[in-house]
């Protein structure tokens, strides 16, 4: 290991977990020293892939090895809270995989004690690091797509079933991160609504409208049990629209020059003539680099630099109240549950 | 006219008018004896295509001609009631174009005029004699699909904007009408949440959720401000999962041989073990015939034979029902609304 | 017919035709007078549209009719010539749908009676009048495809075998008048292969490569008997691709800013360097327009201002002349058959 | 090394070489002793993903490595015959990459020495393992899709431009490589035409029509100057159509249950009454094993147990022949090549 390199320690070598190593040992900004995991076999996988880094299935380990500075968590969503509590409190900086607790109550104490040590605690939406998002991200700030009207997403395929957290803590939150990091509009309330498929399981179908302080809404629609695999995105501006389509392999965003204008309004809604605009489509080169790759280079930069991850805990709490709330929607059937404190502004307020 | 013909009055001849006449035109069981519109443009164009039918801007003409036995109702939504109630109390068989009414209460007083009169009161829901919905119906009914979990609908595209009616009233009748056919489930609740993008309209974008009385769901989305045409829908059952797609020419139905499969099932949900399967795909032929084009000949056959239509007012009812639900249920943001009484159950104690 | 109007008589109303009618009949600026066809039950259906058209069984009665300026001929192709030639001598302007006939040396009789008698000859190569070829045709012309490297068509799909002419003559003749339309360069010899599938009729298969003076090269593949339909055409310039896809509904037309870049370019070919160039797609909106009414407009602006068709029977010819080499080619079997003189500098020449 | 493993020397760590090692260090019944490559840099990225394999740039280095059983060949396709013919004489079995040798009579001295020496000669026709090639063999030897009317093959993309060989040898060669596996009649003639837009470089667009003994034909159209990529084959057969996509994720293989009827078939073509049958399509569930992985898995068999491999030299002798053929009809712009000795026969005869 270089001096300038951090000592990175992996938690969980499960399915994101091998990701998560092979993208820091391919950064040279970075050095995996240990990973660990209570599954001896996935270890033996580890090693062979890995020749160089140290395995265990003590996770303490990691937290007692001074050459490790920090630590990537990628463990089940219900152990986030303690894995990454102990790393902050080992005095480690800490990427926790999404979502960063299951409780909003959680990340705050998370946010409490990294605020205190000093530490980065950095949540991994790794949507945000994507060149397409980063693209959409472009055009929204630039204008290009006007006023917000609405961004409406499906995103479904045929599993993976979580045994711990439903599918909107599993795949909504990726488009909540998204929403929080390219919306600069204010969630006020949610209403969800689920459904359960295999009795006892976690609710694997859901559909959430998010209402924002102006005009926008969000919509997302999410589903472990659908027969093909959808990642798709609509969003709708006062100037442009978008279709942001994941599984494209290269023109994943597509930008509509369409739209509808407005004649003769009046206050009788009858007296409306609205017209309809449709001009060119306009699908712009989209980098091919991997996204964690992008996540990990940032997260080593903050680490040496102290700087504010773009995906930092506070964008995690933002995600984990509307989660939070989203569940309690659910269990009253779409009943809308108000987002306390307008989370941007107490964002302001804390930070 | 032949004698075994069923004389039709058309009344609206603006976007549904002329292919409800050139369909009726078309049937040897129907003479389609005179147009009615407030428009004189358009009952010249009307003259055009059909030389040999009468025009008149006087509804009334209509129902004074006794050579007319049927009236097809194709105004905007708000004036339903009353043309289809002045036609029943002429004496006149009556097919109305969706919503059958603006509300269910009036729906009701419809029900009632046409039953103490013994006359036909048919809605146009169109979808149920397409071709591709008539499949999805007989894979249901032969219980290729198993149990269903779902019915989860996309239908958006940029319009046609309405001054009268929301989004709602306009397509999520659509699939409501599919729903009522083809999923033999009671629905007991609906959460809706909608907005409106240009201020004073009506809502153009909406999203609904009904819940049903045992595991099923289903999930509509619908939106005049679309940046492309999506006609979209998934049905999940526990054998067989269908994409139907109406956009496609002419592979509109492909049934997925897709699923779960739960093992090892406990109390403890984090025991469970999902598998899943993945087998053939298969989309079976689907006629082309016009869906317009059989439904004017079962009305019409009902007409003669006083049989009661598919699409019949207590179909109707049922979807205003739940339209008036979701509306109510949008205006208080997606918080849930009962349907007081299970519609089917009270259809059968009527009808 | 106001005095203005073109009268118009057009012989044979079965597939074709009847658009062909449809078509002179909305347009101002032609009267269609009368139709003629050895069917007696297309006359009936021809009548039911259009009640104040005159049908009749005898082609004579069209070319009698003093009212008649123009006649546009929607036979079967091996009738083209003589109808065309009766025509003419009857002193009457024509509109030929494609091939304009069956053999090079017919056309060029047919070309002699129509300049002795100063009569618009036009074939109806109806793919020039789309939006979409329109738009192609405006890219090139800009030279925002850079120098044209290649043109190839997939024109594909499940019927209609023809019983008189083969796939090459039905299908392929549509990228011929395409090419000849978009393609600034000269077609100096083709090499065609084909096969049937039903003993006795015509090659319902077919590919046919055209070599140009300039590096340009086109294929196109035409079938009859392919599953599903195809209708897309790549073409590769040296600054742009296009890729022209007629079944989309509306991105008919997508260009894309990709390529290649050759670096350090020697007599050694090992040494090349080739790079490739990924830029952004554009996806011009196209207008919706049918091209049969422009085209049918453009002919009678022709007639009545005595202007040289887009699709003249020049262009006709020069098409014919790849048709027939390429059936040489076929018998053939691929052997490349020369064109013998350049058809556009022979056509200078002449014009 | 266990015994009973292969030990593999793996000769080109390019493009291709590094998915060899990967198959073969996966795969129980192989070893991967060593690789050598000229190229320093690449065997440094070799030792780094397989630490335990020898690296050299000494191509006798593996030669005279007593445990090196086999050696896999993954050099530019010039200089296969000189790997492959030192790789013999030392007693190694082989495996090369395609196309077998850049002449059929180089492949055939290969052939000769193979045989003398009692070693397995096998060719990387790659396709052949892939599970939807082995499905479409399926389907045809079951007599499903009946009488192989045509084989028409896109196969498209932007790159990679090889600079020693057209791109008929790079992509053409592996839809011959699928023709030669699955349609049961013999080639009898090739017509194929081509382009270079790179001066000095090969060609890097061709269409080849093969003609078979019977009523079969196959075409192939190859591009590396393409704005997308297209990997898609039609295969038209009496009873059913195959479409295969290779680029679909999971549906690759579409058949459909269409075609024609031929009714009062006569001498006079133009007695003909031809239908058209349009049935149920069905996309067969595809496995996703990797197809190098079954190929290196077969070649070991073939080591060990001394069998006859599906690719064997014979097959990649027909194609070589092929290629050959249709280099020569190339350079005289199409002209039918007559393959001299129907390959399967002659094959079956020194077999």
């Known amino acids: 290991m270089r001096n300038d390199q951090v000592g990175v320690g992996v938690v969980g070598y499960g399915y994101w977990g091998p990701n998560l190593v092979r993208n820091f040992a ?5 050095n995996v020293v240990a990973v660990s995991d209570l ?36 463990t089940p969503a219900h152990t986030h809270y303690e894995m990454a509590l102990a790393a902050l409190r080992s005095g480690k900086h800490v990427l926790v995989e999404k979502p960063l607790a299951s409780s909003a109550d959680l990340v705050r104490r998370l946010i409490d004690e990294a605020e205190r040590r000093r530490l980065i605690l950095m949540v ?7 060149p397409a998002v980063q693209k959409i991200k472009e055009l929204v700030d630039k204008d290009d797509i006007g006023d917000i009207y609405y961004y409406d997403s499906t995103r479904v395929s045929l599993g993976l079933f979580q045994s711990d957290v439903s599918v909107i803590w599993d795949l909504a939150v990726h488009d909540l991160a998204i929403i929080d990091h390219i919306i ?47 990642r798709q995105t609509f969003i709708g501006g006062s100037k442009k629209m978008i279709v942001y389509n994941d599984l494209e392999p290269t023109e994943k965003i597509k930008v509509y020059d369409k739209g509808i204008t407005v004649d003769g309004a009046s206050e009788n809604a009858h007296q409306f003539r609205i017209g309809y605009r449709a001009g060119d489509m306009w699908a712009p080169h989209i980098s091919a680099k991997e996204a ?11 680490v040496r630099n102290g700087a504010r991850p773009l995906s930092d805990a506070q964008s995690g709490l933002r995600v984990v109240e509307i989660l939070e709330a989203a569940s309690w929607s659910i269990a009253a059937q779409g009943k809308p549950v108000l987002l306390r404190q307008p ?4 964002a302001a307020a804390i930070g």
């Open 26 to 30: 391919a950064s040279p900004q970075a």
């Open 39 to 74: 599954d001896q076999s996935r270890l033996a996988t580890c090693r062979l892939a890995h020749p160089s880094v140290q395995t265990t299935n003590r996770y303490q380990d990691l937290l007692d090895d001074p050459t490790i500075e920090a630590i990537a968590i990628a």
């Open 124 to 130: 991994d939406h790794t949507f945000l690091y994507t």
């Open 184 to 230: 600069d509009d204010i969630p006020i309330a949610v209403s969800a609504t689920a459904c359960r498929h295999v009795a006892g399981a976690p609710e694997n179908m859901a559909h959430l409208t998010l209402f924002f302080q102006n005009s926008c809404v969000a919509h997302v629609n999410v589903n472990w049990l659908s027969p093909v695999k959808v």
């Open 292 to 302: 964690l790759r992008s996540e990990v280079e940032h997260f080593t930069d903050c």
């Open 343 to 346: 989370p941007r502004i107490r």
